[in-house]
């Protein structure tokens, strides 16, 4: 299941991860982030400890959203090591979710 990071959280969460982090900037009224979430969770899920998957509700935190460019819901953003390596606006298939972390697992 995907974790609900913070702006407190997010440095330890996420910056400061071993591995790739797919972080779903989402908003509670969005029914797209709606439709993603049991997507994301089944990932979450299937991949276990290979990739953690958390959300950042961009209407809680839109200094995060701000600094990663997000300009709408839902957005994903792939964190590893720190650094951002893949960013992806909008609605996407399973398939789609899983190439944008594909290439980073070890």
């Given at each position: 299941?995907?974790?609900?990071?913070?702006?407190?959280?997010?440095?330890?969460?996420?910056?400061?991860?071993?591995?790739?982090?797919?972080?779903?900037f989402?908003?509670?009224?969005?029914?797209?982030?709606?439709?993603?979430?049991?997507?994301?969770?089944?990932?979450?899920?299937?991949?276990?400890?290979?990739?953690?998957?958390?959300?950042?509700?961009?209407?809680?935190?839109?200094?995060?959203?701000?600094?990663?460019?997000?300009?709408g819901?839902?957005?994903?953003?792939?964190?590893?090591?720190?650094?951002?390596?893949?960013?992806?606006?909008?609605?996407?298939?399973?398939?789609?979710?899983?190439?944008?972390?594909?290439?980073?697992?070890?």
């Open positions: 299941m995907a974790i609900r990071v913070n702006q407190d959280s997010f440095e330890v969460e996420v910056l400061q991860a071993k591995g790739p982090v797919l972080v779903d989402y908003s509670d009224s969005c029914i797209p982030c709606k439709q993603m979430s049991p997507i994301l969770s089944q990932l979450a899920e299937e991949y276990g400890e290979q990739v953690k998957i958390v959300k950042v509700n961009v209407n809680f935190d839109m200094e995060l959203a701000d600094r990663y460019l997000v300009m819901a839902p957005t994903f953003v792939v964190f590893v090591d720190g650094k951002v390596v893949n960013h992806s606006h909008g609605v996407k298939k399973r398939e789609e979710i899983k190439e944008l972390i594909e290439e980073f697992i070890l």
